[in-house]
């Protein structure tokens, strides 16, 4: 693939750093980023597109990831907690924007103050409405119903009286019931009929609050994998997450097939390849041993940068070959073994050549699923989990020649790709 380093698309690198920052990196692809938005909006059309930005957008960067989202069409942004949001309008981001995971220490006064919409499922109610008399403003509350999921929202039992009591506060112009929601829990299966029950007990709650008088602007049930297939779900707005990254929510659906493109590459450089007898040992507890003499090449990349220790076996494309994992993942570096490749007898080293665990999948390279795979885990955590200490660049910041939203060809600007 092409450094990045190559194309000058380094955002916010000083020239010294860019020279040295590029040796391990997750690498974000904007315009993968407003591909999957445009694409996702066309399927939930005629309803809106909230981009789940929550977790630092699944570790892609939740600042540049939600201007990104909200160029190419998504009209919401949705995070777990306020104090996530507070971080989107700090950086001059005023898009409709919700926050549904609270503890009784979530600053709900600050989420009143920045125009945050807040998802209430109960014992927020108080908490809300006492920000929003401390505010003098009134606050704009998502009402949560649990249908089956069992985590937030309230029940279907309590349902009732938490619309009632929602709109005696309304009544008072203490807050204004902007929507209402639940999550699902079985979408990933479309097969499951789980999906079908909490779709109609969602019906029911709507009913709830309909004959209580709210009137809420934007309903939504549906996640990813709801979004792509169960158009029923889509009401008047779809949260997406995983979908905005370019992965699949799927079990045997590529992006690829969802028409979706993987938006982080992360890839590092060989650091260390030298020749070694037959029955090395590698890494901690020597759990692999050379079947012959080989060649081992060091990878920088260990489970402090988020690769899953338990990964062994995980892919790192090296040359245009994919080479399994051997040993031990440390905390930070893992070894491949390259074979022999004789580099003390002229045999060609491959110390420095770029090494990619996961990217967009192209030309057989390795994948988020690889590594979900040999994790015993999904592909949302493989991307969410890279840690802080893994630098975050930036490229195709810009709409490129040919995408939507351009106005105009752009001079001396990055080819379109
Ligand atoms: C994380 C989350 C989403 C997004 O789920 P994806 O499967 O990534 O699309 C939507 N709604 C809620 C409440 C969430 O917590």
């Known amino acids: 693939m092409t450094s990045p380093a190559a194309t000058g698309d380094f955002r916010s690198a000083s020239k010294a750093e860019a020279a040295f920052a590029d040796e391990r990196s997750a690498v974000i692809d904007l315009g993968a980023i407003r591909h999957n938005v445009r694409s996702i909006a066309a399927v939930a059309s005629p309803a809106q597109v909230m981009a789940v930005v929550k977790a630092d957008a699944y570790g892609h960067g939740a600042v540049p990831v939600a201007r990104a989202a909200l160029s190419a069409g998504a009209s919401w942004l949705g995070v777990a ?58 606050a704009r509350v998502h009402l949560k119903v649990d249908t089956g999921l069992g985590r937030n929202g309230a029940t279907l039992d309590t349902w009732d009286s938490l619309v009632g009591e929602a709109m005696e506060y309304q009544d ?11 999550h699902l829990a079985v979408a990933d299966e479309p097969e499951r009929p789980e999906t079908d029950d909490q779709l109609a007990a969602f019906r029911v709650a709507l009913a709830i609050a309909q004959d209580a008088g709210v009137d809420p602007e934007v309903r939504h049930l549906a996640n990813t994998p709801a979004t792509l297939s169960r158009p029923d779900t889509h009401f008047d707005l779809v949260r997406v997450g ?45 759990n692999y041993r050379t079947p012959g003499t080989s060649t081992l090449g060091l990878i920088p990349l260990g489970y402090a940068d988020g690769v899953p220790r338990i990964a062994t076996g995980g892919p790192v494309r090296v040359e245009g070959v994919n080479y399994p994992v051997v040993g031990r993942i440390a905390m930070d570096q893992m070894v491949i073994d ?15 050549s770029e090494a990619v665990l996961f990217g967009n999948g192209a030309d057989g390279g390795p994948t988020a699923e690889d590594w979900a795979r040999a994790a015993g885990t999904n592909n949302y955590e493989i991307v969410t989990r890279i840690s802080p200490r893994v630098p975050r660049r930036y490229i195709n910041e810009v709409p490129g020649m040919g995408e939507p939203g351009t106005e105009e060809p752009r001079r001396g600007g990055e080819p379109a790709r």
């Open 81 to 138: 907690h306020i104090s996530e949001a507070l971080a989107l309008r700090a950086a001059g981001i005023e898009a409709p924007l919700l926050a549904w995971l609270h503890t009784s220490d979530s600053n709900f006064a600050a989420a009143v103050a920045a125009g945050i919409d807040i998802g209430c499922s109960g014992w927020e109610l108080q908490r809300i409405v006492a920000a929003a008399r401390e505010q003098e403003r009134p």
């Open 172 to 182: 008072q112009g203490l807050l204004r019931v902007v929507g209402i929601f639940s």
């Open 242 to 286: 995983l979908g905005v990254y370019g992965l699949s929510p799927f079990e045997g659906q590529s992006s690829g097939e969802l028409g979706l493109r993987p938006a982080m590459t992360v890839r590092t450089v060989v650091s260390q390849c030298k020749d070694v007898p037959a029955g090395q040992g590698v890494s901690y507890g020597l």
């Open 338 to 352: 390259l074979g022999p490749l004789n580099v003390s007898a002229g045999g060609r080293s491959v110390l420095g």
